[in-house]
Each structure stands twice: as C-alpha cells, then as structure tokens.
C-alpha cells in the first residue's frame, strides 16, 4: 500500500471565544472601539452612539457584551433598552457562527430584561439580519417570547446552550441554532401580537 506523504494529520487547537458582559466604562469604550472599526467607514470613539451606551451603562449593561479570544477583545454587541446598537466580531473571527452566537446572547439578555420586542437598523449586514429572523423595512425588528416563571427555568437552559463558542470542536446542532428554533425545542414561544415597535422609535445600529 502507498504512503501518502504530503498530508499532516496533526491536531488543530480549538478557538476559544468568551462572550460576556463589559465589566467597567473602560471595557464598553474599548470594545466599542474594536466593534467600530469592523464598519467601512470606521465608525471613531466619540461617535454619540458610545455616549448614549455610556448613560445607559448603570440599567443596562447586561446588553453590553464583549467577546474575547486568548484575552484579547475581538468583538461584541452592544445596545440598551430593546435596541441593539452597534455589533460585529473581527474578520478573522467571521463565518464562524460567533455573530449568530452574539445576536442570540444579547437576545436571551434583552428577554430577561423584558423586552418583547429587539430593534435595530441595519444598511449593511441586513441579510445576517434577515437570516436570524428579523424582519421590516427601514428598520428591522423582532419578537421575543414573554417572560414567565417556567420560561425562566428555559431560559436558563437556552443560556447554557448558547454558551461560548469553541470551533474545531462538535458544537451541537441545538446550540448552533437560530434562536426561534431554541425558543421552540425549549417550549418558548412568540406571539406576533406583541409585535409593536414604530418605525420612528427605532435608533439605528448603524449610520
Ligand atoms: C455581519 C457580521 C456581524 C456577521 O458575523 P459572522 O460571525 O461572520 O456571522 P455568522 O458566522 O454567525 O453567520 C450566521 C449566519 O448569517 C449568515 N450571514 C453572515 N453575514 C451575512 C451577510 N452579510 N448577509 C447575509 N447572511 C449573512 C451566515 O452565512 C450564517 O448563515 P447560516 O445560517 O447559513 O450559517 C460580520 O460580518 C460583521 O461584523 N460585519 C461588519 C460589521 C457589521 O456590519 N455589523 C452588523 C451591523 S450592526
């Protein structure tokens, strides 16, 4: 039998991404630095968009979240209220599921704030949107289930499901899956009754 010589099989090291909240003003300024400089044209440190985090900091931080790869700050998504401002990984972390997993932490934070409905504007990156069930015009929009006692045991499950994000390992179909899925494999589920969000009150998450 050949050898074939050419092919290494040696093992690749996992990617390690660590999603969670900033920790201090000085963590959300400097991940919305790195999340800025993913727009074309980077979008600088004292745009008024890093001013309105900055005051909605103390309420709502748990819609500020970095991710981190080998202790570097590579991305994040960052928003308040029900609106996600500004998100996006570094492109040598893209096409790798880590702004799905992103969009859907901040989605499960945003229901445990009680938000029923998340709004964003998006003019670039509106099929990454699209894909991950927002919909609307100018602005996109997207329903999220009620919070109730039961869905608060769910919702700790869909949290640990949703996680971190390793790649190079098996990721589970489940944790890999777009968050309407999660919410019915977990029993939750979204009336588009609560859909309300005018146009109008929509800020923008870019531009
Ligand atoms: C858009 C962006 C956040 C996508 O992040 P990512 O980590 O590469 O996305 P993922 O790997 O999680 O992709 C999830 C799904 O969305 C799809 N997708 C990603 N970017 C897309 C785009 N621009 N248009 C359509 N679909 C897109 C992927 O193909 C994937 O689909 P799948 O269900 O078939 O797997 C990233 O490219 C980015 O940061 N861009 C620059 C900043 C930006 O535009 N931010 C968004 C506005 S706030």
């Given at each position: 039998m050949r050898e074939d010589k050419g092919v290494s099989s040696k093992p690749v090291a996992p990617e390690r991404y660590i999603i969670r909240q900033v920790s201090s003003l000085d963590e959300l300024r400097e991940a919305f630095a790195v999340i800025g400089a993913q727009f074309s044209p980077p979008i600088p440190p004292e745009d008024k968009r890093l001013d309105d985090l900055v005051r909605r900091y103390?309420?709502?931080?748990?819609?500020?979240l970095l991710v981190q790869r080998e202790g570097r700050i590579i991305g994040g998504a960052l928003g308040f209220g029900s609106t996600l401002r500004i998100l996006g990984p570094e492109p040598s972390a893209r096409g790798k599921g880590l702004g799905r997993r992103l969009l859907q932490t901040f989605e499960v934070a945003a229901m445990r704030l009680g938000m029923r409905t998340l709004n964003l504007g998006a003019d670039e990156a509106k099929g990454f949107y699209l894909r991950l069930g927002y919909h609307g015009k100018s602005s996109l929009h997207k329903e999220l289930p009620a919070p109730s006692r039961v869905q608060d045991v769910r919702l700790k499950r869909l949290e640990r499901l949703i996680g971190n994000l390793e790649v190079g390992q098996t990721v589970t179909t489940d944790a890999m899956g777009q968050v309407p899925s999660l919410f019915r494999s977990e029993g939750i589920s979204a009336s588009?009754?609560?859909?309300?969000?005018?146009?109008?009150?929509v800020e923008r998450c870019i531009g």
């Open positions: 103390p309420q709502d931080r748990s819609l500020m588009p009754a609560q859909a309300s969000a005018p146009e109008d009150s």
